[in-house]
């Protein structure tokens, strides 16, 4: 396994040294060959090296990550995020499956970082989930943001638009979508539940999560049930009734 190497970009000094440390001493594949304080300094040492890797700091004087990021076409090199509170990044994050670091870094959240970015250059991605996740912060419209779907072999790209509805299995997530193909992703129902529910998703029921864009119709009862536009229908638990109800008229605004 060859060395990684990386780039770190962070205008404050002592967070560069401690995770500067970090990375010597708990993930010994990462050759850091470069520190920068701005995007100014980060683009030069960035072109100059062609590292694999880049550790950047979202809010920074004088511009942020996605600024730096703008000034190329195509990115090619891995990244990790750091950020220190930014919630409404995070949940972008999730959706493009792109790296992050949560300040102040956690040793085993940075070695399972690293260990994705090694995993990503093993298989030699076709495509920038950087890429994507500057497309999603950029969307309006909520629901013309992509997904990154993690498979075995690699990943794949979706449009929140396309998908009709998640089902549990256990611990893996079954998405339905539009044009009638099923994928199954091995992550939990519940981890979509949070990274999708503002952006017009909602979890009716402890197995499945609705495109409210889909919801033809509801049926009263106990919990009632939804009917989906392509005729499926799906039970709604008692707890969730109410909350169902208040986000169909929130979507719909």
């Known amino acids: 396994m060859r060395n990684i190497t990386a780039i770190l970009v962070d205008d404050e000094i002592d967070s560069r040294a401690s995770l500067s440390n970090y990375i010597a001493k708990y993930t010994p594949q990462v050759a850091l060959i470069a520190e920068c304080s701005n995007i100014k300094e980060a683009k030069i040492a960035i072109d100059q090296n062609q590292p694999d890797l880049v550790f950047l700091d979202i809010e920074m004087p004088h511009g942020n990550a996605f600024d730096l990021l703008e000034q190329w076409e195509e990115i090619h090199f891995e990244i990790i995020f750091v950020t220190a509170f930014s919630q409404y990044a995070i949940q972008a994050f999730n959706l493009s499956a792109s790296s992050y ?79 009638g193909i099923k994928t199954m992703i091995c992550r939990n129902l519940k981890f979509y539940e949070n990274a999708l529910q503002q952006y017009g998703f909602y979890r009716i029921h402890r197995s499945h999560i609705v495109n409210l864009d889909f919801v033809k119709q509801y049926k009263k009862g106990k919990g009632g049930s939804v009917i989906l536009e392509n005729g499926k229908e799906l039970m709604v638990s008692n707890s969730k009734k109410l909350g169902l109800v208040e986000a169909i008229g929130e979507w719909v605004k």
């Open 101 to 179: 670091l949560l300040k102040p870094v956690d040793i085993e959240e940075l070695e399972k970082a690293v260990e994705n970015v090694q995993k990503s250059i093993d298989q030699k991605s076709q495509f920038s989930r950087s890429k994507i996740l500057m497309e999603n912060m950029k969307v309006l419209k909520s629901q013309q943001r992509k997904l990154v779907l993690p498979l075995l072999d690699g990943f794949e790209v979706v449009k929140m638009q396309n998908i009709l509805y998640c089902e549990a299995d256990d611990n893996f997530t079954c998405f339905h979508f539009t044009n």
